[in-house]
Nanobody, 127 residues
């Protein structure tokens, strides 16, 4: 199976920045649709950002203008650049991947779309 390993989480003050990385296995990484989800304590897992294999992106309203998803195919890595962090961003962040197609870019936010998941990395934003 595809292996996803997140890194880059940590403690940061509100207003600061953090970049998460998701290292992936497989030589077909460039054709995968990738996404980031997060799960705060006591809450359900929610969509953060997604990137279709062709380059199209979609973001949750709560992170638009602050977070950017990108990928480096040569390194088989997807990134989540997080700027202007807020305490409300505190959560475990998960990388996810799928080779399934979607009818609309907004469908990238569906939990059931993703076949592969990483173990998660903790992001804590202090006031």
């Amino acid at each position: 199976q595809v292996q996803l390993v997140e890194s880059g989480g940590g403690l940061v003050q509100a207003g600061g920045s953090l970049r998460l990385s998701c290292a992936t296995s497989g030589r077909t990484f460039g054709t995968y649709t990738m996404a980031w989800f997060r799960q705060a304590s006591g809450e359900e897992r929610e969509f953060v950002a997604g990137r279709y294999w062709s380059g199209g992106t979609f973001y949750a309203d709560s992170v638009k203008g602050r977070f950017t998803i990108s990928r480096d195919n040569a390194m088989n890595t997807v990134f989540l650049q997080m700027n202007m962090l807020k305490p409300e961003d505190t959560a475990v962040y998960f990388c996810a991947a799928t080779r399934q197609g979607v009818a609309d870019i907004a469908d990238l936010g569906r939990l059931g779309l993703y076949e592969y998941w990483g173990q998660g990395t903790q992001v804590t934003v202090s006031s």
